[in-house]
């Protein structure tokens, strides 16, 4: 049976966790490229110095010129060692970020510790899930920004916000349906027990969220 959550700070750990997971899918290919396209420019220069430096042996006895068969296989199965590039180490960092907060909350760290540390939000304090929220969406940031990716989540200009009227809630869908989420603009920000958000658990300036059993969620799908 699922966890009831209706704290907001669990479901901006949730909509950040699923972000995150999505950033990552992208840099994942992007790494791939850029591992290839590094590994490619290693080859070259590799059978370039390997070139350079072998000499055919002069005479019509010699060994060694074009037509050596040994000198085509080295340079055929050339494979330098390739460095991470920059997306390479980005991904390393990311991973090692999210390893040492797995590690933090006493989670499994054995592969990859996002879907644990998703896994966990329901069970985490208020608090905790608040301090969580913000390290994914820093990690989120981070890879968005240098992929030149979009934010996450999907406009519905077609609903209003309950607190601020503005047509701007964004629908976070990407994951499971129980992690689906509607947010508004950040600056939108609770005013407590009073606030017209119709968030059911409402907290003094947190930003508007609206978790998978919110009336708005269900219907950001069709507004979407």
């Known amino acids: 049976m699922r966890t009831q959550v209706t704290h907001p700070h669990h479901h901006h750990a949730t909509r950040a966790a699923q972000a995150l997971t999505v950033a990552r899918r992208h840099l994942d290919d992007a790494v791939a ?7 490619d420019e290693a080859r070259i220069v590799a059978a370039a110095s390997s070139l350079q430096a072998w000499r055919p042996i002069p005479g019509p006895t010699g060994r060694g010129g074009h037509g050596d068969p040994a000198g085509r296989t080295v340079v055929d199965f050339l494979e330098p060692e390739v460095r ?8 390393g ?4 970020t999210l390893t040492w907060l797995a590690g933090a909350l006493a989670l499994p760290t054995a592969g990859d510790p996002l879907p644990a540390l998703a896994a966990a939000v329901p069970t985490l304090r208020p608090s905790t899930a608040r301090h969580l929220a913000r390290w994914l969406d820093e990690a989120d940031q981070q890879i968005r920004d240098r992929l030149a990716l979009d934010d996450d989540g999907t406009p519905i ?5 309950p607190r601020c ?3 701007q809630l964004t629908a976070h869908t ?3 349906r129980p992690t689906w989420t ?3 603009t950040p600056t939108c920000l609770c ?11 409402r907290v003094v300036d947190v930003a508007h969220i609206w978790g998978p059993d919110h009336p708005l969620t269900a219907r950001s799908v069709s507004a979407a």
């Open 33 to 39: 490229r850029e591992t290839a396209d590094r590994r």
């Open 191 to 201: 005013v407590g027990p009073d606030c017209p958000c119709t968030m059911p658990t």
């Open 182 to 184: 509607v947010t508004c």
């Open 174 to 176: 990407t994951g499971p």
């Open 165 to 167: 009227a503005r047509r």
């Open 157 to 161: 200009p077609g609903l209003r916000c």
């Open 84 to 91: 991470d590039g920059q997306l390479g180490r980005l991904a």
């Open 93 to 96: 960092r990311t991973t090692a």
